[in-house]
């Protein structure tokens, strides 16, 4: 479902610290800004059919530097001259909580969590629990090396030139632009089994699965456009489908 806006919000402000409207969907913001202990991070994700998905994500900062008492231990009993050494951020001084990691990092999750819809499930050991929830059947379309096996469908190259910009639109927030996705996120549709198996490819632009949602509000000209530029594109040689293949399957 493409997305209209991200909003940011910091420890209940009302004012979005940012507001983003184009991918890559990333914020840095240097926490130094805040006061150490806890805060909230809010993300709040506005799609174009007017729905919205808030997330949550509760965070520490620890940005003061760490100091070291040497010469008076905890309930030592003293008297007389007391020489005590104050090593304040001294490089050897490990601090006691853990710094936090970048709120640009946590803010590109969140906002990529927030936003998921994945148009097929993943291969390779990155994405191996994406892989077994949206296991697809087994093909003879794909090779050893991801092309096609046998004879390819016929490409019609107007319709993929369609289905570029139905992928920039929809697509390529998450996908990227040269299809290889975000490792671990979202999976790479350059050289995918999965992609080369026309009937899987149909059935989850249709349905969707799992955090993805179906794209059946698209007309089958649209589907069929997308679906044939991903085959298509790359390093991808997986032949063409037509709108009647997706109206069929509806």
């Not at 174009?48 to 997330?55: H, L, S, Y």
């Not at 050494?85 to 853990?98: C, G, H, Q």
Request: hydrophobic content about 40%; some cysteine.
């Amino acid at each position: 479902m493409p997305i209209e806006r991200i909003e940011v919000y910091l420890d209940g402000g009302t004012q979005p610290v940012q507001v983003l409207t184009q991918p890559p969907f990333k914020v840095t913001y240097d926490t130094r800004s805040l006061s150490d202990g806890e805060h909230l991070l809010r993300v709040v994700t506005h799609y174009t059919n007017g729905a919205r998905e808030v997330k949550e994500i509760p965070f520490k900062v620890a940005n003061t530097p760490g100091v070291l008492v040497q010469g008076l231990e905890e309930g030592k009993e003293v008297s007389g001259t007391l020489d005590v050494t104050l090593r304040v951020a001294d490089p050897d001084v490990k601090p006691t909580r853990e710094r936090f990691p970048g709120l640009g990092a946590v803010i590109a999750t969140a906002v990529i969590l927030g936003g998921v819809w994945l148009f097929f499930a993943a291969t390779g050991v990155t994405n191996k629990t994406l892989e077994e929830v949206a296991k697809p059947p087994a093909t003879k379309e794909a090779g050893a090396h991801g092309e096609a096996a046998g004879p390819v469908a016929a490409v019609d190259e107007a319709l993929k030139a369609k289905g570029e910009q139905v992928y920039s639109a929809n697509c390529a927030g998450c996908h990227q632009p040269t299809g290889k996705g975000l490792p671990g996120v979202f999976p790479a549709l350059d050289g995918s089994k999965n992609v080369a198996d026309k009937a899987y490819t149909i059935n989850i632009l249709l349905k969707g699965k799992g955090g993805m949602p179906g794209f059946a509000q698209l007309s089958d000209e649209e589907l069929a456009g997308v679906a044939t530029y991903i085959k298509n594109s790359w390093s991808n040689n997986f032949g063409g489908v037509t709108p009647d293949e997706f109206k069929a399957a509806r």
